[in-house]
């Protein structure tokens, strides 16, 4: 199997990292360095060790990109820029250098064996035919920004996490007694008759004056306030206007693609193919001479029959990694084989066979089923790739330049926005109905920024009609806005809101009168017991929708049933009042066994996470946690 865990490892780790790693663990692999200087210096302190703020802000970072990913188009970045989700990062960072810290003080590892298993486990990366695709590896790697070195040592890192803090997960489990209780609570059924008093019956009884109508104005102030509004002229910097100042010659095409000929070269591709006769190190001489033995004889009936090389392989070869495979190594690269079966490899031709091939790990038999010679992409072919990372660096290199352009003009020429337009070939637009708040019908426009707001309805903005500061919106853009027309805060007349409040108050008033109603008969059947008016029974249930009003359904499942018939009055909003008469409460007939299984196991996993938690709180004192800063002051400081 040697081949296949080479050949393999480290794409398959990949894959078991998104599946191992615990849900508290988010923040990335460079926090695992503990590289602060001292503790007063950083955001928090763990084991005697600082989390500095770049390193905060960095998982800040990565949390937006992983949001990012995961939810395309549903992406709202406005959900991470609280003091909230910025303090739960840190808190996250806190937990996480506990862990290590723990991790460290019990000499936690991860063996090849244990590794090399859960890596054999995963089949996500095989291609249709079962062997692996070591393309996509390369390509997995390359997104993340990783060394196989450095990938290595995370996978080992979160195995490890997996092994500490799983283990007190894993374990956790709910009484069989409290489980069938909280089942049999779910489960439970109730049938219930309804007597309603709907609020529209007592429209007619209502009489609403001028002074109701007045005082409803005046303690609800708040439902008739407009909010200020104001009409702006604002300007974006963003990476497409930095990209209109950036060109890329033919010449600075043509110097890149000799000076780097090598990235444009495909290297030679061969497929291979093995069948291996195993030889146990330290083997007698008679023990070697046996496998060598049983070696030639598949060799010779190989010679016999070429094209049956896969069937003979899987019968016989003995490497279980590739055997049931046909032998298939996928495509081989230099430095992965040991060096007899890596010269033999290259020594063939496709569609030879090698004679016997001695190794530290037996006798090979090896065939060569396909060779793409080595290809060159062309300068016009290459050429768009080119230019689009020379445009790139380029465009990063100017961005902080123009940037700070942007910046230094709107601010000091803060009369007006053409000036910053014009030198950097911006287009002025405009924007109406801003609020103090952001405003659904702008949606995700730039100037409907928390941010922005803020910026836009400032004191000098408003008042001394000048540009508001360059502020970043999003990632690499800066918005700056000027106030054309500012609209105060007001309160809307009562003339223009009286059939609104005369409405209103009917139905409130209404609802009074059903509710007066409802509240003497309920006095009455609870007095006499008797079930005249009531509709037919209807079952209510935890774990089905209920065939009456939600608001008193959750209202019959609370009610006290130690003596039936019992009784529970509802208002029911928007309706009027109900009367409920709980009759019977029992199990069904059938129960779901399925469902009880289920919840248990639920039960079980909410046991352990509150476990977990525990756990890592007693680490978090361990090592004397302690944050320094709250999120919700650096939040304000930074605006």
Sequence with gaps: MFEFIRTHQRL???????????????????????????GNDGVATVDGKAITQQEWEAAQRRQLDQA????????????????????????????????????????LTVGDAALQKAILDIQAFRKEDGSFDMDRYKAALAAQGMTPEMFDARMRHDLAVQQLVGSVEQTAFAPRTVANRLSDINSEEREVQEMLFPAANYVSQVKVTDDMIKAYYDKNAAQFQVPATIKAEYVVFDPSAVEK?????????????????????????????????????????????????????????????????????????QDPGSAELGGDLGVVQKGVFVKPVEDAIYGLKEG????????????????????????????????????????????????????????????????????VADKLGLTIQTADGLTPTPNPALGNSPVN?????????????????HNTEAVEVAPSVLVSGRVVQYKP???????????????????????????????????????????????EAKTVTRTKQPPINETAAIAVLKADVSKLPAYVGVDIPGQGYGI????????????????????????????????????????????????????????????
Excluded: C, W
């Design 12 to 38: 398959m780790q990949f894959l078991l990292l998104l599946l191992i790693v615990p849900s508290f663990v988010l923040v990335g692999v460079s926090s695992y360095n503990n590289r602060g200087s001292g």
């Design 245 to 317: 100042q950036v060109n890329v010659t033919d010449a600075e095409v043509a110097d890149a693609y000799n000076k780097n000929k090598a990235r444009f070269t495909t290297p030679e591709k061969r497929t291979a193919s093995h069948i291996l006769i195993n030889v146990k190190k330290g083997a007698s001489a008679a023990e070697d001479a046996a496998a060598k033995a049983k070696a030639q004889a598949i060799l010779d009936e190989v010679r016999k029959n070429p094209n049956d090389f896969a069937k003979i392989a899987k019968a016989q070869s």
């Design 449 to 465: 920024n928390p941010k922005f707001l803020k910026a836009i309805f400032s004191d000098d903005a408003v008042k001394n009609k």
């Design 580 to 639: 409920y008469r709980i009759v019977k409460v029992g199990q069904p007939a059938q129960p779901d066994v399925a469902r009880r299984k289920q919840e248990a196991e639920q039960i079980g996993r909410a046991i352990g996470n509150g476990e977990t938690y525990g756990f890592v709180e007693a680490l978090k004192h361990k090592a004397k946690a302690k944050i320094n800063v709250k999120a919700a002051d650096l939040g304000a400081r930074s605006e």
């Design 68 to 107: 990012r990913q995961m939810m395309g188009d549903r992406f709202d970045q406005k959900l991470f820029d609280t003091p909230e989700a910025k303090q739960a990062v840190l808190d996250q960072l806190v937990a996480e250098r506990a862990i290590n810290a723990e991790i460290v003080r019990n000499h």
């Design 489 to 535: 805060a007001s309160k809307r007349p009562l003339a223009d809101v009286e059939a609104q409040i005369r409405q209103r108050v009917t139905q409130e008033e209404a609802a009074k009168l059903a509710r007066q109603a409802g509240e003497a008969k309920l006095a009455a059947v609870k007095a006499s017991g008797d079930a005249a008016g009531f509709g």
């Design 352 to 419: 030879e066979v090698s004679g016997l091939v001695r190794s530290e790990f037996g006798y090979h038999i090896i065939k060569i089923t396909k060779v793409v010679p080595e290809s060159q992409k062309s300068l016009e072919d290459a050429k768009p790739e080119i230019v689009a990372e020379l445009k790139k660096a380029k465009m990063s290199a100017k961005y902080s330049e123009l940037a700070e352009t942007f910046t230094n003009t709107v601010y000091e020429q803060s009369d007006s926005l053409k000036p």
